[in-house]
Each structure stands twice: as structure tokens, then as C-alpha cells.
């Protein structure tokens, strides 16, 4: 088996807590570059994680080396899709962290230079990874829940912000809780209701409880002075079929019960919601029922890797087998970029106070 060569771009936190170990557990997957801003963080990732691995000076140095088959952005949002293109366009294969991009925009630009290289561009949603993700995505591609015309993107955390590196910063990221975690909510719920053309999008972003000093969070107290993005942000988007999806998202509301990254669905034989594991609701000869679901004992769609209760290591082993094999990715890019679409439309809604048409 010939080795899949790969170059790391970014070496902060979320290369080296998902991306590095993932890879490492692969046969055949050697991490043979590596680069940051920071080049003793590279450096540190080289000697941990490499496999006689060179440290690059710059990122268009490893862009252009032709000993790398693919590479990993994991580095800040406002830099992906410039990265992503250029790598597209040296014959590298593709895998950018969420999300996509900071606009539209520049997504439509990573999909031209992915359909014009014809490399593999996916990104990083591991949420669909997850059992009972896959488990609910075969119910509903079997049609078992009917027509799906009602989804919720759960994106909610009571006090969970990111006050670390430039989670904060507006121009950075593009936006705060809705970009950073919204985003895996609305992909798992778009996926599920396999459905991709909106409409148009309304949208309230708030900065209300960042504007406390001192405030409780379960990564200690932010400056409120440089807290430059949204806390919270809730959405309504009507799809053009006339289905309703709702996003609530927030790294920090006076809520108890707070959910990450799940999805509900109402369609006209069942629902189903994912916010105690997986339930299931409908009727069955007019009487009501509801079905809670162990997922250990279920299998999901047919994925040609194995299965794991990691949702990271799905994810890196599809990703890994679709450059191997040439096939799709379960995530694709068309995909991602209508997230990212959407998204980018619900901070112009927020920001004009209109709707924003598709």
C-alpha cells in the first residue's frame, strides 16, 4: 500500500487534539511537513507527530512541495480559503477545518478550485461521524420519518466560551458562537434533511453577556473589551421546498438545558431528535409513541471503514480512504459551502435587520 503523504498547516490546539492524533493511528499515513506562524509550535508537532518531517518556513513552501499528497488547514478562519485554493491548485488534496470559509464568497472560490483540480476538498464536520448521526441518516434516507419539512440546529452552551487564541476576534473568525459552532449544527441538520437550496435567511446575533467583566465560564473570564463577536445568535431559514429550519446557537445564555452540535426533525410519518442520545416519535395505529434508541446496537449507513464510538477517527479514516480510493467524501465541499452560504446570510440579516435572499 503506497503511503499517503501529508502536511499539517497550523500546529495550534485543534491540529494537535483532532488532526494529529487521528492521523497517526493510520497505517500507511505518514506526516511529513509541517508549518505555523509560530515555527517552534511546528517544530514541537515535527518531533511529535512527524515521520522525519521537515518544518517549512513558509506555507506556500509546503504548498508547492510535490513530495505532499494532502494537506490539513487547521489554522485561523479568515486564512482557509486562500490556503485552500492555493493548495487546490499545487495537486494537493484538501482537509479544512470549520468553517469552510468566513463568507460566501470565498467558498464559491474553494469550489471552483476543486472542481477545476479535481482533488478531494472536504471539511471538518466529524458531528456526522457520530453513531447516532449515521444511524438516523439511513432512517431517513429510507423515508422513515416521511417528509422531513421541520429541522432544529442545536448549537448552545451555558457558559462555554473560547477565550484563547482569536476565537474573540471578529475579523479573524468572521463572527463568533454562529461561525464557530452553529456551524456543525446546521451541516448535521441540512445532512440529515439531505436538503441544500434556501431561501432566504433571518437572523438576530446578540452581544449582550460579553459585555460582563468577570463573568462564570468554564475557560475562565474574558476581557469584555476584546470580546468583539456575538455570544448568542438564533435563526429562522426557509428552504425552497417550504421546509423550516431553525438555528439557536450561543457560547454563553442564561439557559439550563444546553445543547452542542445535534439536531431535531419533525416529518409527516415521525420525528426524531437527538437531545438525549437519539429519540424517535410518531404514531403506530393512532396511538402515539416514542422509542429511545441505543445506537450500539444499530448500524448506519454503509461506510467502506470501520466503525467507531470516535467520531474523529471516522472522520480521518473516510477522509483517508476517499484520497486512497478516489471516491466522494461523506462530507462533500458543495455541501459545506451552502453551510457557509447560509451562514454568511444570517450575519447580513443581522446586520440589516432584513431578510437575506438567496
Not at 456551524?183 to 438576530?204: G, I, K, Q
Request: with cysteine; charged share 20%; proline share 4%.
Amino acid at each position: 500500500m503506497e503511503a499517503v503523504k501529508i502536511g499539517i498547516l497550523g500546529c495550534g490546539g485543534i491540529a494537535r487534539s483532532k488532526h494529529l492524533p487521528e492521523l497517526q493511528k493510520i497505517e500507511g499515513v505518514e506526516i511529513i511537513g509541517f508549518y505555523d506562524p509560530i515555527k517552534s509550535r511546528a517544530q514541537e508537532c515535527a518531533e511529535k507527530f512527524g515521520n522525519h518531517a521537515k518544518v517549512y518556513e513558509t506555507a506556500g513552501e509546503l504548498l508547492a512541495d510535490p513530495g505532499i499528497d494532502a494537506v490539513h488547514i487547521c489554522t485561523p478562519n479568515n486564512t482557509h480559503a486562500e490556503l485552500a485554493v492555493q493548495a487546490l491548485e499545487n495537486h494537493k488534496h484538501v482537509m479544512c477545518e470549520k468553517p469552510m470559509a468566513i463568507n460566501g464568497e470565498q467558498a464559491y472560490q474553494m469550489e471552483q478550485a476543486a472542481q477545476k483540480s479535481g482533488k478531494i476538498l472536504t471539511v471538518g464536520y466529524q458531528s456526522r461521524f457520530e453513531q447516532r448521526s449515521l444511524y438516523l441518516k439511513r432512517l431517513c434516507g429510507q423515508g422513515e420519518l416521511g417528509e422531513i419539512y421541520y429541522g432544529k440546529a442545536h448549537a448552545v452552551r451555558r457558559r462555554g466560551v473560547p477565550t484563547w487564541g482569536s476565537f474573540l476576534n471578529s475579523d479573524i473568525q468572521g463572527g463568533g458562537c454562529l461561525i464557530d459552532m452553529g456551524t456543525h449544527a446546521l451541516d448535521l441538520t441540512l445532512w440529515l434533511m439531505d436538503n441544500y437550496e434556501p431561501e432566504y435567511a433571518v437572523c438576530n446575533i446578540y452581544h449582550k453577556l460579553g459585555k460582563n467583566q468577570n463573568a462564570a465560564n468554564v475557560w475562565g473570564p474574558w476581557n469584555p473589551e476584546k470580546f468583539l463577536v456575538e455570544d448568542s445568535a438564533f435563526g429562522f431559514i426557509r428552504m425552497k421546498n417550504g421546509a423550516t429550519v431553525e438555528i439557536d446557537c450561543s457560547w454563553a445564555l442564561n439557559i439550563r438545558n444546553a445543547k452542542e452540535s445535534v439536531a431535531t426533525l419533525c416529518g409527516t410519518k415521525a420525528g426524531a431528535d437527538m437531545l438525549e442520545g437519539l429519540t424517535l416519535n410518531g404514531e403506530k395505529e393512532q396511538s402515539l409513541y416514542v422509542n429511545h434508541i441505543d445506537v450500539t446496537n444499530t448500524t448506519g449507513i454503509s461506510l467502506d471503514i470501520p466503525y467507531s464510538d470516535n467520531p474523529n477517527q471516522m472522520e480521518t479514516e473516510d477522509w483517508i480512504q476517499a484520497i486512497r480510493t478516489g471516491r466522494e467524501p461523506l462530507v462533500k465541499f458543495h455541501e459545506a459551502a451552502v453551510v457557509c452560504r447560509i451562514i454568511d446570510g444570517m450575519y447580513q440579516s443581522a446586520k440589516t435587520h432584513q431578510p437575506y435572499y438567496f
